[in-house]
């Protein structure tokens, strides 16, 4: 019976970026991103494109958030990341317009194999599109895309895509009703 062997573990294929280029974001991000002393959006917006993300107009990034590696980051106008929201970009994070990831939400592009003895890393892009929400504590995997105006419901979690105006929720999400806008 074959079982995971760690020693088989091979990730080298995996280039995130330079080495100084890692560990400079990682001391800045614990110093001046992450810490909450330093809640001004404007400040946040300008390190994240120091470090190669693209980010839009009127976004608002609020304490306590953690970006992987802000150079796998496009972020449109008008997104809202609430407080505590983990980032963990091995690859490519696409938020479009209008997008909210509520506290605590998890966006994961990485997993590993279980199907392999050397538990292989596998990277999947997430591509968030207009005015779709990620709920409070839910968490989004690798290769997911979540369609516009879609909501994944507090405390859920998705592995697949989900369709336009859909309402999403359980673990794993489910299809629960159709989104519709009332009129002011």
Known sequence: MSKVDKTKFDNSWYKPGPYWKRTLWH??????????????YGFKAALL?????????????????NI????????GDNVWIGENVWIDNLAQVTLENGVTLS???????????YKSEGFDLMVGEI?????????A??????????EEN????????????LEANGIYEGVPAKFVKERIFSKK
């Open 103 to 113: 506290q605590g939400a998890l966006l994961l592009t990485g997993n590993h194999d």
């Open 68 to 75: 992987k590696y802000p150079w796998f980051l496009s972020i």
């Open 150 to 161: 879609a909501i994944l419901s507090l405390g859920s979690r998705t592995s697949k895509n």
């Open 137 to 146: 504590m839910a968490i989004v995997g690798p290769g997911v895309t979540v």
């Open 27 to 40: 001391f800045t991000s614990a110093l001046l991103f992450r810490n909450p002393l330093f809640p001004f």
């Open 49 to 65: 494109r120091l470090f190669g993300a693209t980010i839009g107009k009127n976004s608002n990034i609020k304490p306590g958030v």
């Open 127 to 135: 591509y968030i599109k207009e005015n779709a929400w990620i709920g």
